[in-house]
């Protein structure tokens, strides 16, 4: 057991504070890992407020982690110390089920362990990356290539392979039309990796103050969803739409938009349930899809295809004590574009 320096959430309603938590010993397939970042993902601050109605106090949230191995268990074979490596929303799945050995983890039928907010096999409460170390299965360890930053890695780990995933799976490339609804964590690296993909890039942002940004991350056009009109400009306009707004949207008025046989991917995860005006879907046979995160194998894939096509995320790096400021920014949408705690910070913190 080794104790490690942590931020935690003891309630919904109060700041996130500073912690002392305990690590398992390293078991024969695990990894230790020093973390040297952590994004903050919209995620992180439904779970940490209570949004999404199950949460266990006291929880240390952190799904975007990267940092350096530090100690390897016996049967450990994919990594040494020293390696540059990642953790993103799972550290665990039975591995026998069809979706593990198909290497989509995420749809574990015993469910995956959540890499925070969730009870391991072995009974214990996982605690995420706002922490100096943690302890992983190798299977759920990544590589992180070099040519990339830890600190623009980290936020691959979720962000990157949340919006990846159904870029691939709904074959966003040339000659495709892909929308993005909101410039936030995950919005703006689905604009880079879509680009990166050779499609036509729309961002729907609500105003155009970010607009200089959507064009430079790779977007060809950009438009204010605050203006009524256009929503008649773009009607019948795109094979794919991925949203990732946190909130709620009128989502008939975003469907309306998908020419015949468009798809549109919901990866947001609203506290309140979304409602789908039947007709907007009959219209063009249209489909209203949904993608969580993305199999470790793809993690990884993305992860290169990132560092060959030199994506990482657009960051502000923070202190520890800047993370309560942080969540409040981004709930108001001012973020540009993740931030990342520096767990530097952290050390001494409690
Ligand atoms: P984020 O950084 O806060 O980005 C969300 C963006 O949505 C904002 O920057 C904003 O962009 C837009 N937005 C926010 N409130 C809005 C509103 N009321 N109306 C219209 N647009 C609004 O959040 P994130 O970390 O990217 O996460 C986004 C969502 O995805 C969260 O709900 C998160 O829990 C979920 N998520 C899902 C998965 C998955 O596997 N499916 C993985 C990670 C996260 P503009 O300023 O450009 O409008
Ligand atoms: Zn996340």
Not at 205 to 223: F, I
Not at 225 to 236: G, I, Q
Not at 240 to 267: H, P, Q
Request: hydrophobic fraction near 40%.
């Amino acid at each position: 057991m080794t104790t490690a320096s942590a931020y935690w959430a003891t309630s919904a309603t109060d700041p996130l504070v500073p912690a002392t938590i305990e690590r398992r010993p390293v078991g024969p397939n695990d990894v230790q890992i020093a973390i040297a970042y952590a994004g903050i993902c919209h995620s992180d601050i439904h779970t940490a407020r209570g949004e999404w109605g199950r949460t266990n106090y006291p929880v240390v949230p952190g799904h975007e982690i990267a940092g350096t191995v530090t100690e390897v268990g016996s049967a450990v074979t994919k990594f040494a110390v020293g390696d540059r490596v990642g953790v993103g929303c799972m550290v665990d799945s039975c591995g026998g089920c069809e979706p593990c050995r198909m290497g989509e983890e995420q749809f574990c039928v015993q469910g995956n362990t959540g890499t925070y907010n969730a009870i391991g096999r072995d009974g214990e409460k996982t605690q995420g990356g706002y922490s100096t170390s943690i302890v992983v299965d190798q299977r759920f360890v990544l590589s992180i290539p070099e040519g990339v930053g830890l600190d623009e890695a980290a936020p691959l780990l979720c962000a990157g392979i949340t919006v990846y995933s159904p870029l691939r799976h709904w074959n966003a490339g040339p000659g495709r039309r892909v929308a993005i609804i909101g410039l936030g964590g995950l919005g703006h690296m689905a604009v880079k990796i879509a680009a990166a993909m050779g499609a036509e890039v729309t961002v729907l942002s609500q105003s155009l103050k970010k607009m200089e940004d959507g064009l430079r991350l790779g977007a060809s056009h950009y438009y204010a969803t605050e203006d009524p009109a256009v929503f008649k400009r773009l009607r019948n306009g795109f094979d794919l739409i991925i949203n990732t707004v946190s909130a709620n949207l009128d989502m008939g008025r975003y469907l309306s938009l998908l020419a015949i046989d468009g798809t549109l991917v919901e990866l947001g995860a609203p506290e309140h349930p979304i409602e789908v005006p039947a007709f907007a879907l009959l219209t063009n046979r249209r489909s209203f899809a949904g993608s969580i995160i993305g199999g470790i194998a793809q993690t990884q894939e993305m992860l290169d295809f990132c560092a060959q096509h030199g994506l990482g995320a657009d960051i502000e790096l923070i202190p520890a004590d800047k993370i309560n400021e942080a969540y409040d920014r981004v709930v108001a949408s001012d973020v540009r574009y993740r931030f990342v705690i520096d767990t530097a910070t952290l050390a001494g913190a409690s």
